[in-house]
T-cell receptor, first 113, second 116 residues
Framework: ELKVEQNPLFLSMQEGKNYTIYCNYS?????LYWYRQDPGKSLESLFV?????AVKQEGRLMASLDTKARLSTLHITAAVHDLSATYFC?????????????FGKGTLLTVNP | GAGVSQSPRYKVAKRGQDVALRCDPI?????LFWYQQALGQGPEFLTY????????KSGLPSDRFFAERPEGSVSTLKIQRTQQEDSAVYLC??????????????FGQGTRLTVV
């Protein structure tokens, strides 16, 4: 059974600082997704990582995937208050059911002025 | 519509009541997913449709849960004899793709179900 572990689960940052959220998973997969969720809102897709070594950047967020280590990171550079949200990683099952996602528990990020 | 639409947005049900949650996917989207998101948790997969065919219902927690998509468009998630542990946000997502649909999937805002 695929397990996805995110850490930390809670992250309080000061504006302007850098930090990394980690996403570990338990079985082979080469597709990993990062989402953002604001309170009471739905999931917004941030990054789709499709192969080992994939790196994607959008603004102050950068995501990477190491399929050998079964690890993805979401790096936040010079945080701003607008980045406050919950961030989820999700791993796609490899093999026959290439549609089933297993999500981590999420990282609640609070950026303080 | 412009996005995935779910209704109602909020539903309060008495324990034992049946409920029906509706999802209107983006027009033309072939793939449709239902997820259950408990408070403070990540979404959990419930079921997956490709057009009207329910290809996977392995995530439905019990036989009280039933989903359908009879014409390959609108989908309904029905929960019979609701219990308190069914309280959660139910998310629907749709995608134009059949293959690797998550790569271009869009989520609705969800229905928050509270069972009292």
């Amino acid at each position: 059974e695929l397990k996805v572990e995110q850490n930390p689960l809670f992250l309080s940052m000061q504006e302007g600082k850098n930090y990394t959220i980690y996403c570990n998973y338990s079985t082979t997969s080469d597709r990993l997704y990062w989402y953002r969720q604001d309170p009471g809102k739905s999931l917004e897709s941030l990054f789709v990582l499709l192969s080992n070594g994939a790196v994607k950047q959008e603004g102050r967020l950068m995501a990477s995937l190491d399929t050998k280590a079964r690890l993805s990171t979401l790096h936040i550079t010079a945080a701003v208050h607008d980045l406050s949200a919950t961030y989820f990683c999700a791993v796609e099952n490899s093999g026959g059911s290439n549609y089933k996602l297993t999500f981590g528990k999420g990282t609640l990020l609070t950026v303080n002025p | 519509g412009a996005g995935v639409s779910q209704s109602p947005r909020y539903k309060v049900a008495k324990r034992g009541q049946d409920v029906a949650l509706r999802c209107d996917p983006i027009s033309g989207h072939v793939s449709l997913f239902w997820y259950q998101q408990a408070l403070g948790q990540g979404p959990e997969f419930l079921t997956y449709f490709q057009n009207e065919a329910q290809l996977d219902k392995s995530g439905l927690p019990s036989d009280r849960f039933f989903a359908e998509r009879p014409e390959g468009s609108v989908s309904t998630l029905k929960i019979q004899r609701t219990q308190q542990e069914d309280s959660a946000v139910y998310l629907c997502a749709s995608s134009l793709r059949r293959d690797r649909p998550n790569t271009e999937a869009f989520f609705g805002q969800g229905t928050r179900l509270t069972v009292v």
